[in-house]
């Protein structure tokens, strides 16, 4: 049987479009559209998302605009405006956007640009790449009418101020956090975007995992999306979401895929990782799942009408 079919819901003609996950038939969500966010801050990115999806937009232009929430946003001290920079005292961002096609666009190290998940949509549709970094991105950026703006805030420059005094190495879990956003269209089309600072005071030139495609956010539409926040370089090393998703195409649950995927970094670290990391998962039933390995973690979720936050504890409790 192909992957990918519709089956026949009642005798009266009534098509209710549905995909095979491994010999699991799964009822394509539609006209009842799935944000998932990650943090309190997703419950902003979540009401943006939604506007734009009653406007007639589609899930990209909707996880866009929930991510240019949270970069806009100067107290959150995490993504675009206001988040906290890197030794040098620069804020240097990193964002990937994913659509439905499976197209993808990102920015990495990309400097004095609010809105860093619209150039990586810009590179997604505007040219042959994926990815652009730095100076390029940047040049790029202006190319295509975005303004340079002076992103290091008041309170982010003390901030660092107070961190070059002992330079303190921040466990990561501290400082950072990203806005990962999955959406889930009335159409039944997925489209994902990532965006943040990255770690607080990190080294110059570091990229973490939210720009790249596979580690931070990834989605097939005919199975579903996952994202990532918590320790980038963790996350890459497993490739997180890809791996979440490619569970789900294996069978397992949004649920179950997420839990796996943490599985294996604890196993990686001895069982007692010292960092976070946490998925959210969206699989194209609007079936979701989240899951993080310690602490807590928040996500955001708008369905069936309403917006919540809920916080889950980590896989291992310390
Ligand atoms: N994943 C991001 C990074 O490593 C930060 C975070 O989500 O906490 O840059």
């Not at 009842?32 to 801050?41: E, G, K, M, Q, R």
């Not at 939604?50 to 589609?58: P, T």
């Not at 996880?63 to 995490?78: F, L, Q, R």
């Not at 089309?189 to 580690?215: E, F, N, Q």
């Amino acid at each position: 049987m192909k992957r990918r079919d519709f089956f026949k819901a009642s005798a009266i003609g009534l098509t209710i479009p549905s995909t095979i996950i491994k010999g699991q038939k799964i009822n394509i969500s539609k006209n009842n559209p799935v944000i998932l966010s990650t943090w309190n801050f997703g419950l902003n990115a979540n009401i943006e998302a939604l506007k734009e999806l009653k406007n007639g937009g589609n899930a990209m232009d909707a996880a866009e605009k929930g991510a240019m929430h949270a970069e806009s946003d100067v107290e959150n001290t995490s993504v675009g405006f206001g988040g906290l920079p890197d030794e040098k005292g620069k804020v240097t961002l990193d964002a990937c956007v994913m659509d439905r096609s499976g197209n993808a666009g990102s920015v990495a190290f990309l400097q004095n640009i609010k809105h860093p998940v619209s150039v990586a949509r810009k590179v997604m549709e505007e040219t042959k790449h994926v990815m652009l970094v730095g100076e390029g991105a940047n040049q790029f950026a202006i190319k295509n009418g975005f303004k340079e703006k002076k992103l290091l805030t008041k309170k982010s420059k003390n901030e660092w101020k107070k961190w070059l005094q002992n330079r303190r190495e921040m466990t990561p879990h501290e400082t950072h956090d990203t806005l990962s956003i999955l959406v889930q269209d009335k159409k039944g089309d997925l489209a994902g975007a990532c965006t943040t600072s990255g770690w607080a005071y990190k080294m110059h030139g570091r990229v973490g995992d939210s720009p790249i495609i596979g580690a931070g956010l990834f989605l097939d539409n005919e199975v579903g999306s996952a994202a990532a926040t918590g320790l980038g370089e963790e996350v890459l090393k497993t490739t997180g979401s890809f791996l979440v998703v490619e569970l789900m195409r294996q069978g397992r649950s949004p649920q179950e895929a997420c839990e796996e995927a943490l599985k294996r970094v604890i196993k990686r670290h001895n069982g007692n990782p010292d960092f976070q990391i946490g998925y959210i998962a969206l699989r194209k039933d609007g079936e979701i799942g989240s899951a993080c390995l310690k602490w807590s973690f928040e996500y955001a979720l708008a369905k069936n009408g309403s917006n919540k936050l809920y916080k889950i504890n980590g896989l291992i409790q310390s």
